[in-house]
């Protein structure tokens, strides 16, 4: 009798389950709970309790009204885990974690600087500090007190002071605007207008507007078919692009195929093309550039496809451990933190033979008159790139010392960086801190008179004074990874990973257009304020 009873009531959980699935297929995927009672013969009782049904979630936001299938958030969340569908009530916010408490806490744990109770309220679009201070209270997260607010952190002492310290560089140096404010958002219709306006004149290989469409799914992480019904769905996009109607937007077929048309040099011109005109009403933009490199994984159905190399242009290299992909390569201009340029190359690529092609790319297409100093890591320190960046540029290379080369150098580090840990606040000019080094000949650090060595003093300490800069370019990778889906590469073709790697930087740097252009100062390195 009780297994008759439990067979009739899976039986009838399976039903409301496979009603409330057919309706939201038919209602763009998402429906709030007042709908759902209205539009089906569901029970009242189940779609009350829908979130305790494992096949949906509820909206983290608008008090859980909201309900979508667990498959649908999975499949069209981006890489933070968030989906935001467009509802009557605004934006309703779904993530992987399904609730606040764990949503929270993966944030905590996941974000590489932590997190504050007003970046959780705009993350999760409601109240976040209560949430927030009973995880800090339970110790399933950190809370420490950071410039006059709280940061939730990994509760582990090693990943917490990562965090804090990447905190640290959050805020550049130099480049705060005068009066800042509350610019609000950005519009992505904007940014496809504003993408278009550039791209009219530099691309030839596809039209512009699938161009711009493909630069808008670098921020959703779409695949093409869920581009082509996010265009069909949105008439402001449509708007934008000069799509009439819904029929109008290509298919998701030929929206590949633009991809995979579509030349990375072509958007290297669209690329400096708006930095441009960024740079240029930047005071001081041009003056200063960061040049650093980071990995991306390669995209491989199965093991052995890594294990066997199998993925074209991808190789193992190492970058914070071993991986199997691809190695990036910016120039960052210091000021606007804009990548202004952009390589691709193997994972196997050592980052100084990188060097000197990615110096030719920006040499060619910016003008370098007002350019003081290119700043790098030690990965970059030799004198063969020391020297081919004054022929090329005109200006010092300066680099963090890499202490493997010798013993002499290794000291010298150790030099500079104890004195800067004591006297960096009274450091005005090299010469200053050459006064307070201990007056040793060079002799001394096992270094001859007329060797390159005798210069590494006075240059590392010129690195030294403007590290502060380098911080930069972190920055500037963390957005394309955290927002244009830099590290999300879904093609195996080399020449498609490497559209998808330039429309990464396109897409950024798009927005910090859009941001100048309708006159938000505040939001051009902000990429999270996008809607």
Request: hydrophobic share 35%; charged share 30%.
């Amino acid at each position: 009798m009780s297994t008759s009873t439990s067979d009739a009531c899976d039986n009838t959980a399976y039903s409301h389950k496979i009603t409330v699935r057919g309706y939201l297929q038919t209602h763009g995927e998402v429906a709030s709970k007042d709908d759902l009672r209205a539009g089906t013969d569901v029970p009242a009782w189940y779609i009350t309790n829908i979130a305790s049904q494992a096949p949906f979630y509820t909206s983290l936001n608008h008090n859980n009204e909201y309900v979508a299938s667990k498959h649908i958030v999975g499949h069209r969340s981006t890489h933070d885990g968030f989906w935001r569908p467009e509802v009557d009530d605004g934006v309703a916010v779904f993530h992987r974690k399904e609730d606040a408490k764990p949503t929270l806490k993966h944030l905590a744990f996941r974000r590489p600087s932590g997190l504050t109770a007003s970046e959780a309220n705009d993350l999760l679009g409601r109240r976040s500090y209560r949430p927030l201070q009973k995880l800090a209270d339970q110790q399933e997260v950190h809370a420490t007190e950071w410039l006059d607010t709280t940061v939730y952190t990994h509760s582990w002492p090693s990943r917490r002071d990562d965090q804090l310290a990447q905190r640290e560089t959050d805020q550049p140096a130099d480049v705060t605007h005068d009066d800042p404010a509350d610019d609000g958002y950005l519009y992505r219709d904007e940014l496809v207008a504003t993408f278009l306006s550039v791209a009219v004149s530099e691309l030839q290989s596809i039209s512009p507007e699938r161009a711009a469409a493909l630069v808008l799914r670098q921020f959703e992480g779409d695949s093409f078919d869920a581009l082509e019904r996010r265009l069909q769905r949105n008439h402001s996009f449509r708007e934008a692009l000069d799509y009439t109607e819904p029929e109008d937007v290509p298919d998701g077929t030929s929206l590949w195929r633009a991809f995979d048309e579509l030349h990375p040099d072509e958007l290297r011109d669209c690329l400096q093309s708006m930095c441009g005109e960024l740079l240029a009403d930047h005071e001081h933009g041009g003056e200063f550039v960061v040049i650093d490199g980071t990995h991306i994984a390669a995209w491989a159905n199965t093991r052995d496809e890594i294990e066997n190399g199998e993925v074209e242009g991808a190789s193992w290299g190492k970058h914070e451990g071993s991986f199997y992909g691809y190695k990036v390569f910016l120039v960052v201009d210091a000021a606007t933190e804009l990548p202004v340029a952009i390589t691709m190359e193997t994972g196997k690529r050592n980052d100084s033979a990188a060097f000197e092609p990615l110096v030719e790319e920006f040499n060619e297409r910016y003008d370098t008159d007002d350019l003081q100093a290119a700043l790098a890591d030690a990965g970059f320190d030799s004198q063969d790139n020391r020297d081919f960046c004054q022929d090329q540029l005109d200006c010092p290379l300066l680099t963090a010392i890499n202490p493997r080369r010798s013993s002499p150098l290794a000291t010298i580090k150790d030099e500079i960086k104890e004195l800067f840990k004591e006297h960096g606040e009274e450091v005005d000019s090299p010469y200053d801190a050459l006064e307070r080094l201990p007056q040793k000949q060079l002799s001394e650090y096992g270094v001859s008179v007329g060797n390159v060595e005798e210069t590494y003093i006075f240059q590392a300490i010129k690195e030294r004074m403007h590290r502060h800069l380098r911080a930069g370019v972190e920055r500037v990778f963390s957005r394309l990874k955290s927002f244009t889906g830099l590290d999300r590469v879904r093609a195996r073709k080399k020449n498609n990973v490497e559209t998808h790697v330039v429309l990464s930087a396109v897409a950024l740097v798009a927005a910090s257009l859009t941001a100048q252009r309708q006159n938000k100062p505040g939001l051009i390195r902000s990429p999270s304020r996008l809607i």
